[in-house]
T-cell receptor
Framework: AQSVTQLGSHVSVSEGALVLLRCNYSSSVPPYLFWYVQYPNQGLQLLLKYTSAATLVKGINGFEAEFKKSETSFHLTKPSAHMSDAAEYFCAVSPSGNTPLVFGKGTRLSVIA | KAGVTQTPRYLIKTRGQQVTLSCSPISGHRSVSWYQQTPGQGLQFLFEYFSETQRNKGNFPGRFSGRQFSNSRSEMNVSTLELGDSALYLC?????????????FGSGTRLTVV
């Protein structure tokens, strides 16, 4: 069975600092991996997805993630945090692109001015 | 184009009642999935419908059910509501025929059971 572990339920960074949100997965097959963002009282918005085409994936709002098979990781990064990045971030895995998503518990990102 | 539309946005129900939530997918998307989000359990998959047939089912009691109509709109129903059913219910749609490009989520229905 697939599972996702997000290290750190809450991450706090200063505005302009590097954002690093960690995600490790377990999957018996090469997975599809996703990062979603959720703003208060809203649904989930897709930031980026890994579908085996390239290990470094660029997403919206300046975010990117690197798939590392040897480390079973798919960490999300952004070089410079903005106040508007404050939200909850979810990593998700799917054994194929069209099977139910298994989500991590989420990481709440706070950005300090 | 319009996104995934969920109605209503907010609901307050009493224990023991039943509730029906609605989801209209993106035009052309024939797969609709439902997820429950709670602070304690996080995001959990309820079920998925494709072409009016349940394609996948999560590990929820039979009180949770769903259906899909010929226009791909979906409803989920929860009978005999319990306090623990209070949650944000999210609907997502995708175009399965393309081999999966990820799911687009609606804004959710916030259900409060009192």
């Amino acid at each position: 069975a697939q599972s996702v572990t997000q290290l750190g339920s809450h991450v706090s960074v200063s505005e302009g600092a590097l954002v690093l949100l960690r995600c490790n997965y377990s999957s018996s097959v090469p997975p599809y991996l996703f990062w979603y963002v959720q703003y208060p009282n809203q649904g989930l918005q897709l930031l980026l997805k890994y579908t085996s085409a390239a290990t470094l994936v660029k997403g919206i709002n300046g975010f990117e993630a690197e798939f590392k098979k040897s480390e079973t990781s798919f960490h999300l990064t952004k070089p410079s945090a903005h106040m508007s990045d404050a939200a909850e971030y979810f990593c998700a895995v799917s054994p194929s692109g069209n099977t139910p998503l298994v989500f991590g518990k989420g990481t709440r990102l706070s950005v300090i001015a | 184009k319009a996104g995934v539309t969920q109605t209503p946005r907010y609901l307050i129900k009493t224990r023991g009642q039943q509730v029906t939530l609605s989801c209209s997918p993106i035009s052309g998307h024939r797969s609709v999935s439902w997820y429950q989000q709670t602070p304690g359990q996080g995001l959990q998959f309820l079920f998925e419908y494709f072409s009016e047939t349940q394609r996948n089912k999560g590990n929820f009691p039979g009180r949770f059910s769903g259906r899909q109509f010929s226009n791909s709109r979906s409803e989920m129903n929860v009978s005999t509501l319990e306090l623990g059913d209070s949650a944000l219910y999210l609907c997502a749609s995708t175009r399965l025929e393309e081999g999966g490009v990820g799911y687009t989520f609606g804004s959710g229905t916030r259900l409060t059971v009192v």
